[in-house]
Structures are given as C-alpha cells and as structure tokens.
C-alpha cells in the first residue's frame, strides 16, 4: 500500500463547478498535512496547510479527518487557472521529509 | 528573496557520462531535499539533509546515486555513470521546521 494514495483522475469539469479530491494515507502517525499544485512542467507550489479544524483560503476548503486518515481539498467556483495536478501530502514529524501523493489532474473547461 | 535555484535547467548527456546537478536553498532553511519525478513513479525522495547533515539517502536508487552539502549553501546531486533510466526532472525543495517545502525550477535530466 502506498503511503499517500490519491485518485489520479483526471477530473474533468466546467467553469464554475465545485469539484473535490480526496487523499487518505497510511501512517497514523502523521502530524503535519498540504495540498501542493503543480502546473504542466514546472515545480510543485505550497496551496495550502490542511488544520485539524478545517480550513479555508478564498474557494479552496481543506479538511482532515484524523481517525479515517483522510484529507480532502474542495475547490468552489472552479476557474480555467485551476487547471493543474493537485499534489496530496503529509509529514510524520514536524522537521522531516514529506511524503507526496502521485497526485490528482484537474482539467476545467470553459 | 530568490527562492531554491538549481542549475542547470536542462541538461541532455550521453549514457556513461558523469552528470552533477546543483542547488542554493533558500537562506535560513535547515532542511533540504532532493526528488525525482517520472510520469511513472512521481514524486520520490531520494536524499534529505538537516543542517548539511545527510538524515535519510534510502531513496537513492543505486550507488551511481550521491549527494553532498559541502555547507548550507550549496548542495550537489551526482549520477555517475549515467543511464537512460536515469531521465527525469530532479527537484531539490528547502524548508524551515513546520513549514512547507519550497521547490526549485527543476532540472530536466535527459539520457541518450
């Protein structure tokens, strides 16, 4: 089993739907959780931390559910510009290495 | 703030030859990282230092496979010999304790 699975999609949607990923990962023991976007050829960019209450930046909503190990990222209102690959990843400790999800591809059309 | 700069950005070789890519993480960070992506395997670690100090190379595929950080300012990512297999994007990120990695541009590693 892989440490961090995500649907690899791709996600198809038009303009303005609301569209959600889901990532859920394997060791319980993990303490810190990001979404990353990464657009075609170029490196992968922090979107946001993931908080154990939830959280929101503008259309972006991320939730944890620690006891199902369990992370979801919800985009509202999609945009042509969020078309990228929607990275899911978690940290076992607060200094150390993080573990990337192969990553989620969304395609918005107009 | 410049961000991670790697170099080159691209770089084309021949199978056999020696292959050094190079990173500057950003000024502060304590924590650097190389991955590799492929379409088949995407994201992998391969090497992380703290303080230029090497924590965990399990990812390193193979002995053709090494890393240094002479100082916090610089690290390297060798391939010697150099195989087609080898042919990726090579990223190397920085960080800060609890923060997010920062990545660099990449660079784009074709074997031929």
């Known amino acids: 089993r892989k440490e961090v699975e995500q649907d690899p999609g791709p996600f198809n949607v038009p303009e303005g739907a609301t569209v959600a990923f889901n990532c859920t990962y394997s060791?319980?023991?993990?303490?810190?959780f990001f979404w990353y976007r990464q657009d075609c050829r170029k490196e992968p960019k922090l979107l946001m931390s993931?908080?154990?209450s939830g959280n929101e930046d503008g259309r972006f909503t991320a939730q944890l559910n620690r006891a199902s190990q369990y992370i979801s990222l919800l985009i509202r209102d999609s945009k042509l510009s969020d078309s990228a690959t929607y990275l899911c990843v978690v940290n076992y400790n607060q200094g150390g290495k993080l573990i990337f999800g192969q990553g989620t591809e969304l395609s918005v059309k107009p | 703030d410049a961000g991670v700069i790697q170099s080159p950005r691209h770089e084309v070789t021949e199978m056999g030859q020696e292959v050094t890519l190079r990173c500057k993480p950003i000024?502060?960070?304590?924590?650097l990282f190389w991955y590799r992506q492929t379409m088949m395997r995407g994201l992998e670690l391969l090497i992380y230092?703290?303080?230029?100090?090497?924590?965990?190379d399990s990812g390193m595929p193979e002995d053709r496979f090494s890393a240094k950080m002479p100082n916090a300012s610089f690290s390297t990512l060798k391939i010697q010999p150099s195989e087609p297999r080898d042919s990726a994007v090579y990223f190397c990120?920085?960080?800060?304790?609890?923060?997010?990695?920062?990545f660099g541009s990449g660079t784009r590693l074709t074997v031929v």
């Open positions: 990120a920085s960080r800060r304790v609890n923060y997010g990695y920062t």
């Open positions: 060791n319980s023991a993990s303490q810190s």
């Open positions: 000024s502060g960070h304590d924590y």
């Open positions: 230092f703290n303080n230029n100090v090497p924590i965990d």
């Open positions: 993931v908080y154990s």
